[in-house]
């Protein structure tokens, strides 16, 4: 009989969550929910908590508990409702709990993350600004406090997959895989790989987030259109593996089946294929190391007949090389680049800035970094001090653009 889980999804409305609810389902046997949170969509949320006989659930505010309170179906066993930031962090810490989904989007998800591995929780990590935010501290509480870390992001998830089959490498290992030279990250270079450069500057919020392979929230899919996404990957990756910015190289695979590879000391290079549907990590991560159907359709590799590779551009992908800049001036540097990158996406969603912009308000804010942030924070508040100043400034910056 395979142990039972006892799971807590943090940010459990979002394209992470609603897929990682799916994988759950089709075992019932392994998986009991205790908790879900939802900062927004309630109404999912209680359709979610009573379809799946949730423990808990929570909310951000009382409005949130009142809405909760209204969508509940009449006669059901109600869960806990709790309120709040705090509220949230805790019972990702609970000893209910044996394992975390970690799919809150945005560094707002990094103090529930660093909760549950705290606690020694298994950590499913989706949450990538999380380790961009705080990678050192993150890492280092779950090594003093043996969780256990599956990378959720896909690419992440495939070098998982692809390293040596260690027994410690579920437990942020300090150095390098034996053996490994090289993790190759593919990115699929977005919906505007081919658009003229010059056409970019008009390009529409819906526009960026018509990802051709992958269906996502909509901040990950603008990020995957400039390939900020794929800067944020580089820094997890760093953190994830411990391995060194020169050892990691950004690899266009439009087709986003080879999800990523790493290339061995002997010239070999291991790659993890597969359908681009998240339930595919997702499963890996839940039923580690046991392998579970995650719903996934088999990769027909005869009908897909070739896959290509190309350099990414960095003239029309600038917030890629932001990334690599920001993960060589250190941790103030990679805070600042995510807190900035998320203020300048919510004002290019809202319609108050162009596309073009975002990279600008990014080179801003790494500018300002750089003449500030000498010292790396050392905790939780501090990486929370630096990314609430990187937000103001990118505001101010966004509203003289
Ligand atoms: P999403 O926008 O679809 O969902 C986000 C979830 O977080 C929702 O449940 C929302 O209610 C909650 N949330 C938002 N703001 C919050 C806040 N301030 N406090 C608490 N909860 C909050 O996002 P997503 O696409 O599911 O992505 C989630 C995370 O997973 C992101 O970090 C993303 O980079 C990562 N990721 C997503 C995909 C994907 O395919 N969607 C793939 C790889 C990694
Ligand atoms: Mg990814």
Redesign the pocket.
């Known amino acids: 009989m395979p142990v039972v889980q006892h799971l807590c999804i943090?940010?459990?409305?979002?394209?992470?969550?609603?897929?990682t609810l799916d994988v759950v389902a089709r075992h019932p046997e392994r998986f009991k929910i205790h908790a879900l949170?939802?900062?927004?969509?309630i109404e999912t949320l209680a359709d979610q908590a009573a379809r799946h006989a949730a423990r808990v659930v929570v909310v951000?505010d009382d409005a949130a508990r009142r809405r909760f309170l209204a969508a509940w179906p009449a006669g059901r066993a109600r869960p806990e409702i709790r309120v709040g930031?705090q509220a949230?962090a805790d019972t990702a810490a609970d000893p209910a709990v044996t394992a975390v989904m970690?799919?809150?989007?945005?560094a707002?998800?990094l103090p529930?993350a660093l909760a549950a591995a705290r606690a020694g929780k298994r950590v499913l990590l989706?949450?990538?600004?999380?380790l961009v935010a705080a990678g050192g501290l993150f890492m280092q509480a779950v090594r003093d406090n043996g969780a256990e870390l599956l990378p959720?992001?896909?690419e992440h998830n495939a070098i998982f997959q692809c390293l040596p089959q260690s027994a410690d490498r579920s437990k942020a290992p300090a150095r390098p895989a034996a053996g490994v030279r090289r993790l190759l990250l593919t990115a699929s270079g977005g919906p505007f790989r081919r658009t003229a450069l010059d056409q970019l500057e008009h390009v529409t919020p819906d526009q960026a987030c018509a990802h051709p392979n992958?269906?996502?929230?909509?901040?990950?899919?603008v990020?995957s259109a400039t390939m900020l996404?794929k800067g944020?990957e580089v820094i997890e990756a760093h953190w994830l593996f411990a391995m060194p910015l020169d050892r990691i190289q950004v690899v266009i695979h439009p087709q986003s089946v080879v999800h990523s590879m790493v290339e061995y000391l002997d010239g070999s290079i291991l790659a993890q294929l597969g359908q681009p549907d998240?339930r595919t990590?997702i499963a890996y991560g839940l039923g580690y190391p046991d392998r579970l159907d995650s719903g996934v359709g088999l990769l027909e590799l005869t009908r897909l007949g070739h896959l290509d590779f190309e350099t990414p551009d960095l003239q029309r992908f600038p917030c890629l090389g932001l990334s690599l800049d920001a993960l060589r001036q250190g941790q103030g540097a990679c805070i600042a680049l995510n807190a900035a990158n998320e203020v300048a996406v919510a004002g290019f969603l809202q319609g108050k800035i162009r596309y073009t912009q975002i990279p600008d308000i990014i080179a801003h804010c790494l500018d300002e970094s750089a003449r500030r942030d000498a010292i790396p924070p050392a905790s939780l508040d501090e990486v929370l001090a630096l990314d609430a100043r990187a937000r103001r400034t990118a505001s101010g910056y966004c509203r003289l653009a």
């Open positions: 943090l940010g459990s409305t979002g394209s992470i969550g609603v897929s949170t939802a900062h927004s969509r951000p930031a949230l970690a799919a809150i989007v945005g707002a998800g529930g989706a949450n990538k600004e999380a959720i992001d896909s992958w269906r996502m929230g909509r901040k990950i899919s990020d996404n944020l998240m990590p």
